[in-house]
């Protein structure tokens, strides 16, 4: 009988470890899949790119009032009341740089800031970096960007003059090179050669080199010519002003870029080069270009090196709306795009040489380099040899003459304004851009479509003809072509310069993730579905998301785009780019008790502990009943 009772309670307790087993299995394989399946959608790109996170300082902030007197009672009462210090001021802006107390960060300081009415706005001191990278080929150890723009043959009209002032904004330039002393600028009241802008420097006129990039900037627009010294730059002769806000990382802050371009407006500069960029949007740093353009400085500048599409996700300054900025992308030996290049059909004016490109470095050394950073002095040393041969030019004459003097080349079709690689040659001898005699045409994508037909510089009175696509997200002109409507082909006649704005829908995609099920909606309408579903909204739309699970799911939490809402089964999201969220359901495991008690029910999500205290009532009646027999 014993025997009997005991085999039994063998029998039903390997009964229940393996029910025990299988419910345990089941929870937690479905937890991993739910954490794996979560993990593969945060690491999935729904768009062509993404858009990088910006970095800055994070002991300062930059500040603009608003004019008049009540900004210097405004600037008394912030310091004191935020306990904030200037460390820089840009009067001339009515801008300041305040260092913030420990205790405070960036995004805090600027919110509190932002809700004063005598305060214009207020932004984080953003950091740049170089746009360089460093090759591997050593068969490139040549000149070939210099012939293949042709500058041979424009060295027989000009190869440059001392009278042309060309500030390099960057790391630096040994100005001790032999390969430069002749070309380097000096301050006539001090013999300085430029200004180290970086706050805090030991020796503010110093700008000596100590990363090497803007030294080999500085070569490629204007190492000595003819002096049977190593290289030679685009221009023979000119006057290299030297402006260092970038230290030996080759990273510098917005604040420090600004006081070097007040620095070239106050000492007459006519071009400036800038090898540097990021995807952050500083409203500071685009005043201070927009007061070069007012000083008559053309503003060349680096597209960017990680192969993105300017138009969608603009690399600044390259990508101000500013028509004194000329965005540079970077070519190859076979008139390639740049593997690594940025582009853009409405963003970047032109191509030069960037890849395999030897210049000068600090302690009489030289080496190539690739990158739009060495694109971009190219088009500079390009700028200054047309000043050379006409000083009368404005930086309008400039910019028309390098856009309208390019080779067309195939791969920038549709990759850059022009179409384009510069030609030296070409720019010095054209008939065009006399002055008076053309305009500027500027298109801003709002959203996610393309538009063709823009050349970017026109005869006066002549016809842009634009073409907005797709015509299925187009939602219509703004800007000088609002006019036009929601036709997809617009008209502008270019008496003046102008800029038009075309709108388009962003995409928002969704999905499920988890074991279970359930619908997701939006207001407005566009979204419902189960699996994956796609709609697109006007841009800055707020939409608001909503998970619903089905009988026998729950809802466990948004991803993707929407991770931020968390467990709320409502998410607004604001549509400011394409977006991609999914949302997760889990199966519920539910069980009523024989006893009429009601029931209950757990998600598999839960605590095991919970699990455990679920399982103990059947488990006990199991044993109960087995005793009983």
Excluded at 1 to 28: C, D, E, H, Q
Excluded at 220 to 244: D, F, P, R, S, Y
Aim: net charge positive; aromatic share 8%; with cysteine.
């Amino acid at each position: 009988m014993v025997g009997r009772w005991v085999m039994k309670l063998k029998r039903t307790s390997r009964l229940l470890l393996w029910l025990f087993a299988v419910i345990l299995g089941t929870l937690f394989s479905s937890q991993g899949s739910q954490i794996s399946k979560a993990q593969t959608n945060r690491s999935t790109s729904f768009g062509p790119q993404y858009t990088p996170v910006p970095r800055y300082a994070l002991d300062r902030v930059i500040v603009k009032f608003k004019g008049g007197q009540f900004r210097l009672q405004a600037l008394s009462e912030v310091k004191s009341q935020y306990g904030l210090q200037s460390i820089k001021e840009f009067r001339n802006l009515n801008i300041y740089v305040f260092k913030l107390p420990k205790d405070k960060t960036p995004h805090e300081a600027i919110a509190e800031l932002r809700k004063r009415p005598d305060v214009e706005y207020a932004e984080p001191d953003y950091i740049y970096t170089i746009k360089a990278t460093i090759p591997n080929d050593p068969l490139w150890n040549n000149l070939w960007g210099l012939v293949k723009i042709q500058a041979p043959s424009a060295w027989n009209i000009t190869t440059g003059s001392q009278s042309v002032v060309v500030a390099v904004i960057d790391t630096g330039v040994d100005y001790n090179h032999p390969d430069l002393q002749a070309n380097m600028w000096q301050d006539p009241a001090t013999g300085y050669y430029g200004k180290n802008c970086i706050t805090g420097a030991s020796n503010p006129n110093d700008p000596m080199d100590d990363n090497g990039h803007g030294t080999h900037v500085a070569g490629t627009i204007g190492a000595v010519g003819n002096n049977g010294v190593g290289v030679v730059g685009v221009n023979w002769q000119v006057k290299i002003m030297a402006l260092k806000f970038m230290g030996s990382d080759g990273s510098g802050t917005t604040s420090d870029a600004i006081d070097c371009i007040n620095y070239a407006i106050q000492k007459g500069a006519h071009i400036i080069n800038a090898s540097w960029g990021d995807y952050a949007y500083s409203q500071t740093l685009r005043n201070a270009i927009a007061s070069a353009k007012n000083a008559g400085i053309l503003f060349v500048a680096a597209a960017g090196n990680e192969e993105y599409d300017n138009d969608l996700t603009p690399l600044y300054p390259a990508s101000y709306d500013l028509e004194n900025i000329i965005s540079v992308a970077a070519t190859d030996q076979n008139d390639l795009l740049a593997s690594f290049s940025n582009y853009g059909r409405n963003s970047v004016h032109v191509g030069a040489p960037g890849v395999g490109i030897l210049s000068t470095l600090p302690n009489n050394n030289y080496g190539n380099k690739s990158g739009t950073s060495m694109a971009s002095p190219h088009v500079a040393g390009l700028a200054a040899l047309l000043k050379a041969q006409n000083p009368s030019y404005t930086w309008r004459e400039l910019k028309c003459r390098i856009m309208k003097g390019v080779d067309p080349l195939s791969s920038l079709n549709g990759k850059t304004i022009t179409g384009g690689r510069i030609n030296a040659s070409k720019a010095l001898t054209i008939s065009d851009c006399q002055p008076g005699t053309f305009y500027f045409l500027r298109v801003l994508i709002n959203g996610n479509g393309t538009v063709d037909g823009n050349v970017g510089v026109y005869n006066s009175n002549s016809t842009a003809t634009l073409n907005a696509a797709p015509s299925s997200t187009f939602v219509g002109w703004g800007g000088d072509c609002s006019s036009c409507g929601n036709n997809t082909t617009c008209n502008v006649v270019m008496n003046a310069d102008k800029t038009c704005v075309a709108i388009f829908q962003y995409k928002l995609t969704v999905s499920k993730s988890g074991t279970g099920s359930g619908t997701i909606t939006s207001n407005p309408a566009g979204i419902s579905c189960g699996t994956i579903c796609s709609a697109n909204f006007d841009p800055n739309t707020s939409v608001t998301l909503t998970a619903t699970p089905d009988a026998g799911s729950t809802f466990g939490g948004w991803g993707g785009d929407c991770q931020s809402c968390g467990m709320s089964s409502q998410c607004p999201i604001t549509m400011d780019s394409d977006k991609s969220c999914y949302a997760i359901f889990n199966f519920s495991v539910s069980s009523s008790s024989s006893g009429g008690g009601g029931g209950c029910s757990m998600a598999t999500g839960s605590n095991p502990l919970n699990v455990l205290l679920w399982l103990l009532p059947p488990i006990l009646i199991a044993f109960r009943r087995t005793f009983k027999k």
